[in-house]
């Protein structure tokens, strides 16, 4: 029981902080709450349906497809709605809600609201720790603790990086250190989409893809970034791998536990907001202090 | 009586008819007044009884989240207490609406507490996704109870509202006039005065002796009671209290009509509502496509009224006195106050910095922020 | 003219912040510009390094987005004032931002590198990077260390070593001095003056006059939104009346 614990909690785990650390980083340096991230997570697995089931292709090509195609879509919808409007916090709130109900409904539309589900990259399973782990539960954990990396490389060796670090910490003085804080936001929203994109698409095979299953990750990711700190990467990761393993504890340990894993992950953020109303490692602006 | 009447007139003219913002918002009203006796139909008396309901919840976000400022994202926990509350106490105690409904209204002023006491230390995007927290988590203890709640199905089958549809919508609509003019009032006295200080600058109103974390708590517990009245009006009226009552789409709509309508305003939320809901009725028209240009609506007019549907339709009916901040209609060449002139350009003045006296004064430091 | 800032007029709303303010830097120059507190000072330098014109456009369709800038800016023979930040800095005006604002939570070096964001070649980097930490050997010491750590002397010098990375043909310095002691003062103002020895123009703004005077080749004093007076130390310290109204110094000049 416990390695069952273990291996999913590990999954869970990589796929909450990638969506958590887009979500923070976009935070971070467009400074906006996208409550549409998670909708980018699913069209992501909508795409590869479509790649996979009715087109007939590799699911790779699926992949690269959902990748660079919701990456498009999230940096056109900043451009276009989001940036020209930012400093409206609440109206920039309810955009992205508009944003994700119109995904919503599109894929509603084309789709229906049937289950749908996408063939495994991989068939086969081995056993880990005495518990049997399909080989696409060891890929997808594989892919996403890589991507994470990639992230963090990323983030800490290269010029982009910096200047995202940068534009997180200080708009202003980024821009006058050479900068642009429009350009680095766009692409800053890019990369989140990316990561969400990636996410939807190496978990799509493990569940139902349906057009309302951005919502409960959504409270998922909403609960990491506020308990993390909002706009902190180390922060996110660490509060993926504490809810992760709190919901999964609550399903193995509690009856009907699966009822309430949405819940318990929100009272855990709650308490540690009581604690540190920051959060773990929570992040001041410096033009607001 | 003459003179009486006389002092009405003098008074609705001088009030009302002065504004063109005010007229048509009292003339909306008379007309939802009286509109149903002539034409009783059904299915528009629960649209429109529907929306009076959602008015009052939509107003009384945006006392809590656009007036305080504490953006609150989940605030159908006040809804769905308040209606469960109400429907709990209506079926198994087999209370009349009389009772029940006040009782909801006093859970959800309860519910205001519980959520409130945790988020006074709470700030900004930290508050509004604490807040988002409560909903889901009642919801979790309304699927783990299921013989006492319901569960997915909720509960039903409460007494209605009033024996006719009509009593029902004059029900909804005067406790919905009523909450919605106690809410503007209460922003505009003193009271409102303390919360529009703490949303400017907490720090500052705390500093001049007001008890922030006080007058917070009455924010979100006179917010909880107005949401609770509609929750409860909304259960009876629905005749079922379910779990869809605290779902985060319930939440959402409320900012969504409050936003739409233009935020901190009151009237701005009203007007929200009632252009939003009758809208998504009309939609029914093309039911596949329903939602999606519900959404893109939405998105469209906030790309280019970002302040709200509201304030942007005032703006262009009335002007701001640049000297006494008083409005007057856009019609006029002086303010009806003072009498400034109203389409000179605005005289800009130089801001006047400290004049410095002394040695010492050279030096001092300034320290931002 | 490296910088030349023509009849500059900037109003938040109907508050008038920068008065038909006219001000010439020349190369090799170091300009004071003194003046007392909600004088425009630090408007000035935000306005001509872009930050003002930014800030309208983020605010846009906002109350507080209502600022309208007037007049011309010239930098190295082209017009900025149109221009966004980014691009003034690439330009090579720079700006060591008012309360030091190091980028708190990234490292010493990495403060320093995105000083250098805009030095693609390496080489330079390594030099210019090896040119500061000779200057202050401070940051050498403590290059790993999280910015937001440093004491506020430490702060001030990092910030000055990061606009320098950018290498600048003109340095903004808004109040270095803020909140600093007399003794970290002084260390600072030689580097300064050790700054525009090596042949950098310079702008200041500064509060403490005498610490300004003491530096500066030519001064602008600045008060009520407008330029009261300009010339050099010597000239402004024997006008009786700048002494008198805007220096705060009684009684006929000493010097």
């Known amino acids: 029981m416990l390695g069952n614990l273990l291996v999913s909690t590990l999954m869970s785990a990589s796929v909450y902080a990638m969506l958590a650390v887009g979500f923070s980083l976009t935070f971070g340096v467009a400074r906006i709450i996208n409550l549409a991230h998670t909708a980018f997570y699913m069209v992501a697995s909508y795409i590869i349906f479509t790649a996979t089931m009715k087109m007939g292709l590799p699911l790779y090509v699926g992949v690269v497809a959902a990748v660079s195609l919701v990456v498009l879509l999230a940096m056109v919808t900043y451009k276009v709605l989001v940036d020209p409007m930012r400093e409206h916090e609440t109206t920039v709130l309810i955009l992205t809600i508009g944003v994700a109900l119109v995904l919503q409904e599109l894929m509603f539309l084309w789709f229906g609201g049937y289950f749908r589900s996408v063939p495994t990259a991989v068939e086969g399973f081995t056993t880990l720790l005495g518990v049997r782990v399909s080989y ?12 994470l990396a990639l992230v963090w490389l990323l983030l800490m060796k290269t010029r982009l990086g910096l200047a995202i670090r940068a534009t997180a910490q200080d708009r202003e003085i980024a821009n006058v250190m050479g900068m642009s804080d429009s350009r680095t936001a766009t692409i800053t929203v890019g990369i989140a989409a990316a990561l969400a994109a990636i996410a939807g698409a190496i978990v799509a095979p ?41 919901e999964n504890l609550v399903v193995f340990l509690v009856p009907q536990g699966a009822f309430f894993k949405g819940a318990f992950s929100l009272l855990i953020m709650i308490v540690v907001l009581l604690i540190r109303p920051e959060g773990l490692y929570g992040v001041a602006f410096e033009e607001e202090r | 009586m003459r003179r009486y009447l006389a002092y009405l007139w003098r008074e609705f003219r001088g009030e009302i008819l002065v504004l063109p913002g005010r007229t048509i918002l009292f003339s909306a009203t008379a007309i939802l007044l009286i509109l149903p006796l002539l034409y009783p139909h059904p299915y528009l008396l629960r649209i429109l009884a529907l929306t009076f309901i959602f008015a009052i919840f939509a107003a009384s976000w945006d006392l809590l989240s656009g007036f305080v400022g504490q953006l609150n994202l989940g605030h159908a926990i006040f809804f769905g207490v308040a209606a469960y509350a109400s429907a709990i106490l209506n079926l198994r105690l087999g209370l009349p609406i009389i009772i029940t409904i006040p009782v909801g209204a006093v859970a959800a002023v309860v519910a205001g507490l519980v959520v409130g006491i945790p988020c006074l230390r709470l700030k900004g995007q930290y508050l509004s996704l604490a807040t988002l927290a409560f909903p889901v988590i009642l919801m979790g203890l309304v699927f783990m109870f299921t013989e006492f709640t319901g569960g997915e199905l909720g509960v039903s089958g409460l007494t209605r509202l009033a024996p006719t549809r009509l009593h029902e919508y004059y029900i909804s609509a005067f406790v919905g006039v009523l909450s919605i003019l106690a809410i503007w009032k209460i922003t505009d006295s003193k009271l409102g005065l303390v919360l529009h200080a703490i949303r400017e600058d907490e720090v500052a ?22 949401a609770g009245i509609a929750g409860g009006l909304y259960a009876h009226f629905m005749r079922i209290a379910g779990p869809q009552s605290l779902s985060m789409l319930t939440s959402f709509q409320a900012i969504i009509w409050t936003i739409f309508g233009g935020i901190a305003t009151i009237y701005g939320a009203v007007v929200g509502v009632f252009v939003l809901f009758p809208m998504l009725e009309v939609l029914r028209v093309a039911p596949e496509i329903r939602l999606l240009l519900y959404a893109a609506i939405i998105v469209l007019v906030l790309r280019f009224m970002p302040e709200g549907l509201a304030p942007w339709v005032v703006d262009r009916l009335e002007r701001e006195c640049p000297r006494c901040k008083e409005h007057n209609a856009f019609t006029r060449r002086e303010c009806r106050v003072c009498g400034t002139p109203l389409r000179v350009p605005l005289q800009k003045t130089p801001v006047s910095g400290e004049h410095m006296s002394g040695g010492e004064g050279l030096s001092a430091s300034q320290e931002g922020g | 003219m490296l910088l030349a800032v023509k009849n500059l007029t900037v109003c938040y709303d109907t508050a008038m912040l920068l008065n038909d303010v006219s001000l010439n830097v020349a190369t090799g120059e170091l300009v004071g510009v003194v003046g007392p507190n909600g004088a425009g000072k630090t408007t000035l330098l935000r306005t001509i390094a872009g930050l003002v014109r930014w800030e309208r456009e983020c605010k846009r369709g906002t109350k507080a987005g209502n600022i309208t800038i007037d007049g011309e800016i010239h930098f190295d023979g082209q017009r900025i004032d149109k221009l966004p930040p980014d691009e003034i800095a690439r330009r ?19 403060n320093l590198r995105a000083g250098a964001y805009l030095v693609k070649d390496h080489r330079v980097f390594q030099q210019s990077l090896e040119s500061v930490y000779t200057m202050f050997p401070i940051l050498k010491a403590r290059a790993g260390q999280v910015s937001g750590t440093l004491s506020g002397g430490e702060q001030q010098m990092l910030a000055i070593a990061r606009a320098l990375m950018t290498q600048p043909k003109l340095l903004c310095i808004d109040e270095p001095s803020t909140g600093l002691s007399p003794k970290i003062r002084a260390e600072l103002f030689a580097k300064i003056r050790e700054i525009a020895k090596s042949g950098l123009t310079v702008l200041l703004v500064e509060q403490d006059v005498s610490l300004a005077f003491s530096l500066s080749t030519r001064n602008y004093i600045l008060s009520h939104s407008k330029v009261m007076a300009e010339g050099t130390s010597d000239e402004l310290m ?7 109204s805007y220096l705060g110094l009684a009684g006929p000049a000493s010097a």
Do not use: H, M
């Open chain 1, 136 to 147: 696409q539960y060891v890929l997808t954990i594989c892919v996403l603790i890589v991507t």
């Open chain 1, 206 to 246: 493990l569940f139902i893809i349906e057009p309302r299953i951005w919502l409960s990750p959504l409270t998922v990711v909403l609960a990491i970034s506020v308990l993390g700190g909002l706009g902190s990467l180390k922060g996110s990761i660490l509060g993926a791998v504490i809810i992760a393993l709190s």
């Open chain 2, 205 to 226: 109103a705390r500093a001049s002796g007001i008890n922030t974390s006080q007058y917070k708590l009455i924010a979100f517990c006179l917010s909880g009671l107005f």
């Open chain 3, 92 to 110: 090579g005006l720079v700006l060591c931002p008012e309360r030091r604002r190091p980028f708190r939570e990234l490292s010493v070096l990495d």
């Open chain 3, 238 to 244: 024997k006008d009786e009346k700048v002494r008198q």
